[in-house]
């Protein structure tokens, strides 16, 4: 009973640190990072084949030794606010834990204080990754997993240096093409041969 007690509360507790932790806000944090992506303004990349770079580094202007807290860095593909329209699944939210700006992880690495020297990912876009106009967000993570900073590839208004997706949907329209050809071949040939059968049997029977 005490130790279920235990559990209880070390649960609530973790809850509770977790609630605390979500109620991180977007517009607290300061643009520490800058960001930059091979991708051009406009440009159309298709997902499962095409690259992108996306490439890191402290702003010393406004950031010079915050960067000791930071742990860890996160990229993130955030939709474009033409692509959030309409999308209440895609909603803006300034608390971080609600905010549905940015869902697809790139990829989380290690900060290296690294002295102005700027670091660099290529990631080839997911295959699921949705068609959608994006940009990219870093967030820079302290030990507590906690967001500290943040940097994007384009403006606060989130309107220049925005880039395409293409999902590969071409492929998906033709096989469901195939199989709808194929299950009506089937039942129209199921029904033939029932017909046959059943011209054969009448004969006989006579
Ligand atoms: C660093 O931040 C300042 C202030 O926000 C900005 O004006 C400047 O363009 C940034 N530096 C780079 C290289 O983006």
Redesign the pocket.
């Known amino acids: 009973m005490a130790a279920r007690g235990v559990v209880v509360a070390l649960l609530l507790l973790i809850f509770l640190a977790r609630t605390c932790y979500g109620t991180v806000l977007f517009s607290s944090l300061k643009?520490t990072i800058?960001v930059t992506a091979s991708s051009t303004q406009g440009q159309v990349l298709k997902a499962g084949i095409d690259k992108i770079t996306v490439t890191w580094?402290l702003?010393?202007?406004?950031a010079t030794g915050t960067d000791s807290a930071y742990k860890t860095i996160n990229l993130k593909l955030c939709y474009a606010p033409i692509s959030q329209k309409d999308r209440a699944w895609r909603k803006t939210d300034d608390k971080l834990a609600r905010d549905k700006t940015c869902q697809q992880d790139i990829v989380t690495r290690t900060y290296e204080a690294s002295n102005g020297i700027a670091q660099s990912f290529q990631w080839v876009i997911q295959r699921d990754v949705p068609t959608a106009t994006y940009f990219v967000r870093a967030y820079a993570h302290d030990s507590n997993d906690v967001e500290v900073g943040y940097g994007q590839t384009t403006d606060a208004k989130k309107s220049i240096n925005l880039f395409e997706i293409q999902a590969i949907s071409g492929r998906h329209v033709s096989l469901d093409i195939c199989s709808i050809c194929f299950s009506t071949f089937s039942v129209v040939s199921l029904l033939v041969f029932f017909y046959i059968e059943k011209k054969r049997e009448k004969p006989r029977n006579e």
Do not use: A, F, S, Y
């Not at 702003?59 to 406004?62: E, G």
């Open positions: 643009r800058d580094v702003n010393k202007t406004v």
